[in-house]
């Protein structure tokens, strides 16, 4: 074999080996359809008064703190937002602070364990979940 033959197969076989790696690499790389899928989101709604009294089981600052640690223990991730509701009973008007707790990758079955804890903690008769359809993507950029 020549030097430039020799010279030759050289290029020509590094030139081949990034060949194969560029292809594998758009072959491993997912597309947007590939990181979706349907997920169910649930939506917690999470009083903050006791159910007898009705007043404040906690600061809000108390109570937030109370329900992120029930939720990192339950599922590892969460997200909360603070709300206020209200409502009328007979004639007596109600003002409650409220948590607002999004969840997703888990089950029913695991936020009613989550639920449960809370109940207790909060003192509350309820928690109420809203179960949505939705569509997950983790984006992560072009």
């Known amino acids: 074999m020549s030097k430039k033959t020799g ?9 081949a080996i990034i060949v194969a790696a560029l292809a594998l690499v758009f072959c491993l790389k997912p597309s947007g359809q590939e990181t979706e899928k349907t997920d169910t989101q649930y939506v917690l709604y999470l009083g903050t008064n006791d159910k007898d009294t009705n007043e404040p089981v906690f600061t809000p600052e108390e109570a937030k703190k109370t329900a992120e640690g029930i939720l990192i223990d339950h599922f590892g991730g969460y997200t909360i937002q603070e709300a206020n509701g209200g409502w009328i009973d007979g004639d007596i008007e109600y003002q409650e602070y409220t948590l607002v707790i999004y969840l997703s990758d888990t089950d029913l079955e695991q936020v009613h364990k989550a639920a449960d804890e809370m109940i207790t903690q909060f003192h509350q008769s309820s928690v109420l979940i809203q179960a949505n359809q939705t569509v997950t993507e983790f984006y992560s950029g072009n």
Request: proline residues 0%.
């Open 7 to 15: 010279i030759a197969a050289i290029i020509l076989s590094i030139a």
